[in-house]
Nanobody
Framework: QVQLVESGGGLVQAGGSLRLSCAFS????????MAWFRQAPGKEREFGAS????????YYADSMKGRFTMSRDKDKNTVFLQMNSLKPEDTAVYYC???????????????????WGKGTLVTVSS
């Protein structure tokens, strides 16, 4: 069983930055593609960013392109989401998710993900 634990959320002013972390345990990290999703109050969970098992491929939602960067560290079994130029509309609970994959792909549909963390809250004030 995979365990995912997010951290790094908090309150930040618009234009600021945060770095989210997701610690992976329980299985072999390099066998899993990873993704970040987010859910704002009253809205459905939406895709944010994804990285392939090797880290060679990343994919971003349009809302995150150019501002957010997802990466993975195989030595720390951790994925990161560096968030810059934050906007009030980025306020949401951010979830880390994993799916077994050795094809090198990325994932954008939450229904494809096998394991989820409990989320970390990001609040951006205007």
């Amino acid at each position: 069983q995979v365990q995912l634990v997010e951290s790094g959320g908090g309150l930040v002013q618009a234009g600021g930055s945060l770095r989210l972390s997701c610690a992976f345990s329980g299985r072999t990290f390099s066998n899993y593609a990873m993704a970040w999703f987010r859910q704002a109050p009253g809205k459905e969970r939406e895709f944010g960013a994804s990285v392939s098992w090797s880290g060679a491929t990343t994919y971003y939602a349009d809302s995150m392109k150019g501002r957010f960067t997802m990466s993975r560290d195989k030595d720390k079994n951790t994925v990161f989401l560096q968030m810059n130029s934050l906007k009030p509309e980025d306020t949401a609970v951010y979830y880390c998710a994993a799916v077994w994959d050795k094809r090198g792909g990325y994932y954008t549909d939450p229904r494809d993900m096998e394991f989820w963390g409990k989320g970390t809250l990001v609040t951006v004030s205007s």
